[in-house]
């Protein structure tokens, strides 16, 4: 059974820098899009960053872009969210997921990791 693991959230202070990883398992990803999303509180699931499976095809929420950095390892199954300069506002649940080629669908979803930043 597919799985994705997501690890490095933290409570930092405004300007700090994560790095967060999402491990897949179950399954070869490697031809999956593969993206973050997060949920404060009190709001609904918002998309963050998206790759695709060569890594040339990415794109950014605005609120993020420039700070945050996604990338990926194929051969280690893993896909990464650098965040630089964290805003309070970037609090909330970070969840990654995966959809195949050519859909437009995320069926794989992790258990997410909380990030909170504090001003």
């Known amino acids: 059974q597919a799985q994705l693991a997501e690890s490095g959230g933290g409570l930092v202070q405004a300007g700090d820098s994560l790095r967060l990883s999402c491990e897949a398992s179950?399954?070869?990803?490697?031809?999956?899009?593969m993206a973050w999303f997060r949920q404060a509180p009190g709001k609904e699931r918002e998309f963050v960053a998206q790759v695709d499976w060569s890594g040339g095809s990415i794109y950014y929420a605005g609120s993020v872009k420039g700070r945050f950095t996604i990338s990926r390892d194929t051969a280690k199954n893993t896909v990464y969210l650098q965040m630089n300069s964290l805003k309070p506002e970037d609090t909330g649940i970070y969840y990654c997921?995966?959809?195949?080629?050519?859909?437009?669908?995320?069926?794989?979803w992790g258990q997410g990791t909380q990030v909170t930043v504090s001003s």
């Open positions: 997921a995966a959809r195949p080629p050519r859909t437009v669908t995320y069926g794989d």
């Open positions: 179950g399954r070869t990803f490697s031809t999956y899009t």
